[in-house]
């Protein structure tokens, strides 16, 4: 049996950003890796870098691979991107993450596929000389693998939903300094029973920070604030119900180093590219 035509799709960086000051510098995309929407296997990596004492890490590496699975009648992708040894200017020093997105879609059933971030992690963080303690939801968001899994859970589970509430910050842009506010975008949204979207996108923090804050070292949700240093975002997840979008480390300079680096990032989906059973004369 033919099945209907598909389009693959799965990307992945395993780090990137620019620099402003003191120096200008655009840090291209490294390890960057993508697929062919026919699937297939591509892969990249980037050795051991360095850039003055503003970033180093001691390498990075991303996998994308995607087909179809005839013993499931399913169009398989995987891609993966792994940074170790990362290190911001001495203020952030990271053991290694590994961001991880799969994704699993029926080829002849007009189904919602599984797309699950399973394998993703952070391990040996610390900030401005703190062992960050992180409580992660990689494994609920893992199981909660379409979008119309997550929407009952949160309608149907007061625990997962007041638990997702507190760590996205809903409704509570007044408990946040406005410099954060980008990284909370349903700070102004009324909690309700119905899960936050805005145009079929839902956006969720994979951890909470859980050292307290302190003078100088300031903590919101999944964001770190360093005073004379700049913001560390860590763990974000986008959410469509066909799409993934994972970046876990994102950091923003301020001073006296102005700049932005994302470490992590996956994106991976899939679509037909056909009704199925339409009757066409799909490839």
């Known amino acids: 049996m033919r099945t209907p035509r598909f ?3 799965a990307s992945a960086v395993g780090l990137a950003g620019q620099v402003r000051r003191p120096i200008q510098r655009i840090i291209d995309a490294q390890a960057s890796t993508a697929l062919p929407r026919y699937g297939g296997h591509s892969s990249a990596r980037f050795d051991k870098f360095e850039l003055e004492n503003i970033l180093s890490h001691d390498g ?3 996998e994308a691979i995607a087909a179809y699975q005839d013993s499931s009648d399913t169009h398989e992708t995987s891609v993966s991107a792994t940074v170790t ?6 203020v952030v020093t990271v053991k290694s993450l590994t961001s ?3 994704s699993s879609h029926p080829a002849s059933r007009d ?3 599984r797309i699950s971030i399973a394998g993703s992690e952070i391990q040996g963080l610390r900030i401005a000389g703190r062992d960050i303690v992180l409580e992660p939801r990689l494994d609920i968001y893992s199981q909660l693998d379409t979008m119309t899994k997550l929407g009952d859970y949160y309608r149907g589970n007061t625990a997962f939903r007041d638990d997702l509430d507190a760590a996205a910050y809903v409704g509570r842009a007044a408990d946040l300094p406005e410099d954060v506010w980008p990284f909370f975008p349903w700070r102004k949204v009324k909690r309700s029973s119905t899960l936050p979207q805005h ?3 839902t956006i969720v923090p994979l951890y909470t920070v859980k050292n307290p804050s302190e003078p100088g070292f300031e903590v919101y949700g999944n964001v770190v604030r360093v005073h004379d240093f700049g913001r560390i975002h860590i763990g974000e997840l986008i959410i469509e119900s066909h799409r993934r979008r ?3 480390m994102h950091a923003d300079l301020g001073s006296p180093v102005e700049a932005s680096f994302c470490a992590g990032c996956t994106d991976g989906n899939g679509s037909q590219g056909q009704p199925p ?3 066409g004369n799909g490839d």
Request: aromatic content about 4%; charged content about 20%; glycine content about 14%.
């Open 277 to 279: 059973d339409s009757g």
């Open 111 to 113: 189904e919602e596929p």
């Open 60 to 62: 990075t590496a991303t």
């Open 199 to 201: 145009r079929g996108m």
């Open 100 to 102: 991880k997105v799969a």
């Open 85 to 90: 040894g990362l290190n911001i200017r001495g």
């Open 7 to 9: 389009l693959y799709h």
């Open 246 to 248: 994972l970046l876990m």
